[in-house]
């Protein structure tokens, strides 16, 4: 015998009660990447024959991806399985009513010309409803074309025929008949379930969901003239997925994990903490290792409504000792040369001419247990303040980090120094084409307006081959990678350093 049993989540206990023997449904769970989708998690109480049974079931998010369920009982044994199931994403509109009742005569309430309400009746000849947005992303423009000219002659409008003449639009609100057994009020799941026994069945209903994300915020804060921070971390969770979920658990996965994306969705620096501990003395948040991802749990389950964000505060470190570092980087690239390759710049003179005055300012510090750290974080934004001499906190920079490994060196951009200052200057270019060289030399010269002294890293990019060496110097560098060498220079309180260089490319 085969029952329809409707399933809401605000009516489980009334469409399908439970023996007062068996536990309520648990709690739903989540899984959020960082990526823009879920894994959903809850229990569904199921009543059910032998044999065949016809369910629906509507207490699932507006964005599930229906070819990712999985339906197992929870009791093991393996006798519930899926026979068939039809997804329907199509909830009951205006628009939605008027296309199921095309071809047929309704009551329209309207306001007549001394303000009083009167019902007229119109026959609908054309809804102008156009369905399956989702079908036009799949199957591409020309599908698009076609159903909307058989839906609604492209127009988009309504044909109604009032007292026998047509005109293109609702002769007032369209009062509809009751709903038909075939509408739905949100998007549901409909089965057909093969069990092997007749009786009461918990199962759990697992499926992949778009429309949910989290991120991770960082904010530092620091004495105006010391670089020792204290780091507070939140996560931001955000459910946008059309579903509240109750009291949920939830974990978050950080890290590249593969998952394709469907046209609908196409659309470094790293540093971690410690986390901090609440009053009882349980982490907020704990965090593992999971295959080759972290995996972070929420210790308190927490209600995620939708359409709301919600921060946790899951990080807390104090006396985190960091190094300021100056960065100059003279080079800047002229638009005109952008795109070019190593044989367009190789020989060509007022390539890389072109000077950045800016020194960069940085931290850097070291993400280890004897720094107050640690701990493996996920990518994020990270806002730096100083407490200025009065106690007020200034915002003072902020920069995005990348997914942070413990034990690793962390530096981060915070802006650009105001009295520090570079200057970058070609001085020499000979190039020789037939015996396949250039020479090129510079000039850097950097000025400090400040009463104190710093060490500035001026980074120079070695670009025009790949077979190079340094000629000439007047001070020691550093090779950072094939193309790329650093001058850590000295420079001292309201002074000036000039360093120079010459570079043999060869090929």
């Known amino acids: 015998m085969r029952r329809t049993v409707a399933l809401y989540l605000a009516a489980f206990t009334l469409c399908l009660p439970l023996r007062a023997a068996d536990p309520q449904p648990e709690a739903p769970s989540?899984?959020?990447?960082?990526q823009k989708f879920a894994i959903v998690r809850q229990t569904v109480p199921l009543d059910l024959n032998a044999g065949e049974n016809h369910v629906t079931f509507s207490d699932i998010t507006a964005h599930a991806e229906p070819d990712s369920v999985v339906l197992r009982d929870l009791h093991g044994g393996g006798g519930l399985k899926i026979l068939e199931q039809n997804y329907r994403n199509d909830p009951v509109s205006d628009g939605l009513l008027l296309s199921l009742f095309e071809g047929k005569t309704i009551d329209f309430q309207r306001i007549d010309a001394q303000g009083h309400r009167e019902i007229v009746q119109g026959k609908i000849i054309?809804?102008?409803?156009?369905?399956?947005?989702?079908?036009y992303e799949e199957y591409g423009y020309q599908y698009q074309a076609a159903q909307q000219a058989m839906t609604s002659g492209g127009s988009g409008q309504p044909v109604i025929e009032v007292d026998g003449k047509l005109q293109f639009s609702l002769p007032g609100q369209p009062r509809f008949p009751s709903l038909g057994t075939d509408t739905i009020l949100k998007p549901t799941f409909d089965w057909q379930l093969q069990s092997d026994r007749a009786g009461h069945k918990v199962a759990e209903l697992s499926?992949?969901?778009?429309?949910?994300?989290?991120?991770?915020?960082?904010?530092?804060?620091?004495p105006e003239t010391s670089d020792l921070m204290d780091i507070v971390g939140w996560v931001t969770l955000d459910n946008q997925s059309g579903k509240t979920f109750e009291n949920a658990r939830i974990k978050l996965m950080a890290g590249d994990v593969s998952k394709i994306q469907d046209n609908r969705n196409a659309g470094g620096y790293v540093f971690a903490a410690r986390a901090a501990l609440d009053v009882n003395g349980t982490p907020p948040v704990t965090e593992k290792t999971f295959d080759e991802y972290h995996l972070y749990t929420l210790e308190r389950s927490t209600t995620l409504r939708d359409r709301e964000t919600k921060q946790v505060e899951f990080l807390r470190a104090a006396s985190v000792h960091a190094n300021r570092l100056y960065v100059y980087d003279g080079f800047q690239l002229d638009p005109q040369y952008r795109g070019w390759n190593y044989e367009n710049i190789r020989e060509n003179a007022n390539y890389g001419t072109k000077s950045n005055p800016k020194v960069w300012v940085m931290l850097e510090f070291k993400n280890s247990k004897s720094n107050n750290l640690g701990m493996p974080l996920p990518a994020g934004r990270v806002r730096f303040y100083r407490h200025d001499s009065d106690g007020q906190m200034e915002f003072t920079g902020e920069d995005k980090i990348d997914h942070t490994p413990a034990d690793e060196t962390v530096r981060f951009y915070t802006g650009n120094a105001f009295d520090v200052v570079g200057e970058r200057r070609r001085t020499y270019f000979r190039t020789n084409s037939q015996e396949r060289w250039v020479d090129e030399a510079f000039e850097i010269n950097l000025r400090n307006h400040k009463t104190t002294p710093v060490e500035v890293r001026a980074v120079e990019h070695l670009y025009r081959w790949t077979n190079w060496e340094i000629s000439q110097k007047s001070d020691e560098f550093k090779k950072n990678d094939a193309q790329t060498v650093e001058f850590r220079v000295p420079v001292p309180a309201n002074g000036e350093k000039t360093v120079t260089y010459m570079v043999h490319y060869s090929w």
Request: proline residues 3%; glycine residues 10%; without cysteine.
């Open 30 to 34: 989540l899984t959020i990447y960082n």
């Open 126 to 135: 054309r809804s102008g409803y156009v369905p399956h947005y989702n079908a």
């Open 207 to 222: 499926y992949v969901s778009g429309g949910m994300n989290w991120k991770a915020d960082y904010n530092i804060v620091a």
